[in-house]
């Protein structure tokens, strides 16, 4: 078995390596692949946004959201009005959606979180369900356009931007949402890693380990939980305004507006492995894989498969999905992360760094 | 006087686990606290960590009333304790549990933690006084292994050092020796006493080891039923009539 000292020359090289290695990839994707190919990852990385910031609040500090897929919206929503009728430039809304997520999330779960228990659960059901209702409201409907959505939210030009020359028609917006949301993953995931390695992160992990000793410690268990809370809702919320710009439509029965999409970031989260940093990224991508590869088995498979998938006329990712968390909850509790770093560590170990 | 506990007490429903006690712990000393099962210690140790709010009395530390603060800013005061029955972080290494012991020391918030100004440079910080006191408490060999899996008593050490990090004046030990072997007992006992020394605390002990209780304490403070019977030096409390009956007798 090879042992490998944290911060030594060799890990520092296995580093470098493998940044390079994932560089490479990201950029050979929007250069060398058809439309749809870079289409399936900019969805990809939306998604892992909308699981990452889920993690924050279910994998690392135990408190169960059913509610993501609420902020999701608000964030395709916000968007969606303020390039439609107020003409805002689309970059400025990423800083509305996740100021208001961030205010509605925090209101939402300061009266819940003082209550211990499954309280949150509930409540954030409750908002998932009622939330596509609230787009459909009649009275609302001079801002939100009630049942049909808002589907106009187009640029008539997409930004320029410097190393991407001029992005032109479906093939441009493809590639512009491609480097957009890979943008906000990276700072998505930059945020995330600064909370968790640091004070914050491990008063987070605290209170999910146990909450009586984390406040013990000296942790303010209520103001940590509403705030995270608060942060987490606002980078779904991000998700949710790359979803908008890379799709142009949001409806109130869009599957991630609705509870399916809670659920959905629940699988990827936890299929990836929930409370670790790279799980949603792992569980994200296996779901856009699955999702499109799976896309069309109910009306084009013959056979075994065809009977079994019958039924639908869409991609029964989800179903598979969720089959498949049954089977990874019981042999790799940790998510494909999990699984992957047992495997590893019996070729490699990283020894820490002061021992 | 660092800590006063005066006519303090706390009902379950029906069961009264304190009833009107008083007593006080002098900067410096290591007070025992005994009693029989259920007799209200542990009680005691959630009182002054305002898990439990008692419905009568009152509890003044260094002079502050500390009814008047919440949970989370006990730490702050320099009060620390350990738990009877363990309240570690599982998912955390040995290490890691310790540091969040140090959270009171810290200052890196949502934002600075979000922009990673000055995180790394507390982490380090952290990380190397949490080290120390893993080795002041012989656990250092195990500074990376999770917190699971390990024997009862070097879970309890563990809690020790958890506790140090806050660097506390008042260290609250609930029956630390649980589940020790004689000689360990005793190696125990002189770890409390030179921690003492070392940190300048004032000690709480909860303790069933009556030899370990009597030998390092300063003073001792008997329960039962929630309320005090005894108080005063270890020879005394042990000589003492009420102690002896509620020990049924036994060699106290
Ligand atoms: N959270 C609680 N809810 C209900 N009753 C409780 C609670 N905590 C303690 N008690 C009761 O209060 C009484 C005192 O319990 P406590 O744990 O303080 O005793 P103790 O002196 O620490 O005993 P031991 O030596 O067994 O640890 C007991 O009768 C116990 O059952
Ligand atoms: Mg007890």
């Known amino acids: 078995m090879l042992k490998i000292k944290e911060g030594s020359v060799v890990h520092w090289a296995v580093r470098v390596a493998c940044v390079l290695a994932i560089a490479i990839f990201i950029v050979y994707i929007p250069t060398h692949s058809e439309t749809a190919r870079i289409g399936q990852f900019a969805s990809a990385f939306t998604l892992i946004i ?69 309280y949150l659960a509930l409540v954030t059901l409750a908002v998932a369900v009622l939330f596509p209702t609230l787009l459909r409201w009649k009275k609302l409907e001079w801002l939100t356009s009630g049942a049909k959505g808002i589907d106009s939210v187009k640029y008539d030009k997409l930004p320029v931007w410097p190393f991407l020359g001029e992005l032109k028609g479906r093939d441009g917006r493809a590639v512009f949402a491609y480097w957009l949301g890979l943008l906000v993953l990276v700072i998505a995931f930059l945020i995330c890693r600064g909370l968790i390695k640091s004070r914050v992160g491990r008063s987070l992990i605290a209170i999910r380990d146990n909450e009586t000793a984390a406040a013990v410690m000296g942790v303010n268990v209520t103001r940590t939980k509403v705030l995270i809370f608060g942060i987490s809702a606002s980078l779904c919320a991000l998700a949710g305004v790359l979803s908008t710009l890379s799709t142009g439509v949001v409806t109130p029965d869009g599957q991630y507006v609705t509870l399916l999409g809670s659920i959905i970031f629940l699988l990827i989260m936890v299929v990836g492995g929930a409370g670790t940093l790279s799980g949603p990224i792992i569980g994200g991508l296996v779901y856009v894989w699955l999702d499109n590869t799976t896309r069309g088995i109910g009306t084009d498979s013959r056979g075994v498969v065809g009977f079994i998938f019958g ?9 598979i999905l969720g089959l498949a968390l049954i089977v990874i909850m019981l042999f790799a509790p940790t998510g494909l992360v999990g699984l992957f770093r047992k495997l590893s560590r019996r070729i490699v170990t990283i020894e820490p760094q002061g021992q | 006087m660092l800590l006063d506990v005066r006519d303090v007490s706390v009902r379950f429903g029906g069961i009264v686990a304190l009833d009107g006690l008083t007593f006080s712990i002098n900067q410096g000393d ?87 100004i000055g995180a790394r440079k507390e982490n380090h910080l952290i990380a190397e006084k949490s080290r120390d006191l893993l080795r002041e408490l012989g656990l250092d060999k195990l500074a990376h292994h999770p917190a699971s899996g390990l024997p009862f008593g070097t879970l309890k050490r563990l809690e020790i050092a958890r ?90």
């Open chain 1, 50 to 118: 909308a699981a990452m910031s889920l993690n924050l609040v279910l994998g690392y500090t135990g408190q169960i959201s059913i509610g993501h897929s609420a902020f999701f919206g608000i964030g395709g929503y916000t968007a969606a009005i303020l390039i439609r009728d107020h003409g805002w430039s689309p970059g400025y809304t990423f800083y509305a959606a996740a100021i208001i997520a961030f205010i509605v999330g925090c209101l939402i779960a300061m009266p819940v979180l003082r209550i211990r228990g499954a």
């Open chain 1, 311 to 319: 039924w639908t006329n869409q991609s029964p990712a989800t179903l």
């Open chain 2, 163 to 252: 506790a140090l990090a806050a660097s506390p004046r008042f260290l609250l030990l609930d029956e630390p020796a649980a589940g020790l072997t004689h000689s360990e007992v005793d190696e125990l006992a002189d770890t409390i006493v030179s921690l003492r020394e070392k940190f300048n605390l004032t000690i709480l002990l909860v303790e069933h080891h009556m030899a370990m209780v009597m030998r390092i304490s300063d003073q001792v403070v008997a329960m039962e039923f929630g309320r005090k019977i005894a108080e005063g030096t270890p020879k005394q409390v042990q000589n003492d009539e009420n102690v002896i009956r509620a020990y049924l007798g036994g060699d106290v």
């Open chain 2, 30 to 116: 290591i007070c025992g606290l005994i009693g029989p099962n259920g007799a209200g210690k542990t009680t005691m140790f959630n009182v002054v960590s305002r898990i439990y709010d008692p419905f009568k009395g009152n509890i003044s530390f260094d002079g502050q009333n500390l009814l008047d603060v919440p949970a989370h800013r006990i730490a702050e005061l320099g009060i620390a304790r350990t738990f009877q029955n363990l309240a570690l972080f599982p998912t955390m290494t040995l290490v890691e549990n310790v540091m969040v012991g140090a959270h009171c020391q810290g200052s890196v918030g949502f934002l600075r933690a979000m922009t990673r």
